[in-house]
């Protein structure tokens, strides 16, 4: 049986950057070699793309795998066929890809961004599409289609920005909805990234 050309995202460009990379060396650590042809690919936070070729996973969560010899840029093409475009010391290879497993948390990879991407590459994606994505990503958009879908959930209220510096009687708007203490979370983070409780205006 031949075996699976993987594409494995790491890293990114998201405040949960280190998440992914503890999440990489687990799921690479346990892949079967003689199932899939694996190529790690790591996401920098200034959002550079460089290949992985080591078999020491060990170095992701520490964040000193861009150390390692092996690593060299590396992107996935937008042009179908093109696959993973790694460029070596030798020149450019062109790596077909079967599948793309993103472990990528948070913003530009559990938005839809990259499976975007993917769509365009015409390589299929592990996880869910491109709008459930992004709707699940932006919290105000998945607490707007649960409401209109009847299933039941804590109440909400959204605060934009504008909200906050134009209009005054926001915390007041609030009080009047909800006792304290109140929970606060930013809408297009991570499920745990940024919550709050509030006790007083």
């Known amino acids: 049986m031949n075996s699976i050309r993987l594409l494995v995202?790491?890293?990114?460009?998201?405040?949960?950057?280190?998440?992914?990379?503890?999440?990489?060396?687990?799921?690479?650590?346990t892949l079967r070699r003689e199932r899939y042809h694996v190529f790690p690919v790591g996401i920098t936070k200034e959002g550079q793309w460089f290949y992985?070729?080591?078999?020491?996973?060990?170095?992701?969560?520490n964040n000193t795998w861009r150390e390692d010899p092996s690593v060299c840029p590396a992107y996935l093409s937008p042009v179908r066929g093109e696959g993973l475009v790694i460029?070596?010391?030798?020149?450019?290879?062109?790596?077909?890809?079967d599948v793309i497993f993103p472990v990528l948390h948070g913003e530009n990879g559990e938005d839809g961004s990259i499976q975007g991407l993917a769509q365009l590459a015409g390589i299929p994606c592990i996880g869910a599409g491109i709008a459930a994505s992004a709707t699940s990503m932006?919290?105000?958009?998945?607490?707007?289609?649960?409401?209109?879908?009847?299933?039941?959930?804590?109440?909400?209220?959204?605060?934009?920005?504008?909200?906050?510096?134009?209009?005054?009687?926001?915390?007041?708007?609030?009080?009047?909805?909800?006792?304290?203490p109140m929970f606060v979370k930013p809408a297009g983070t991570g499920s745990s990234v940024g919550v709050s409780k509030v006790r007083s205006a």
């Open 9 to 29: 995202l790491f890293g990114g460009v998201s405040p949960e950057h280190e998440v992914s990379l503890r999440s990489a060396e687990s799921i690479l650590s």
């Open 52 to 61: 992985f070729g080591s078999r020491d996973y060990s170095l992701l969560p």
């Open 87 to 97: 460029q070596t010391a030798e020149g450019v290879v062109r790596e077909p890809v």
């Open 138 to 180: 932006d919290k105000s958009l998945t607490k707007l289609v649960v409401d209109h879908a009847g299933v039941r959930q804590a109440a909400w209220e959204l605060v934009t920005s504008r909200d906050m510096v134009y209009s005054g009687d926001v915390i007041a708007r609030l009080e009047r909805r909800f006792a304290y």
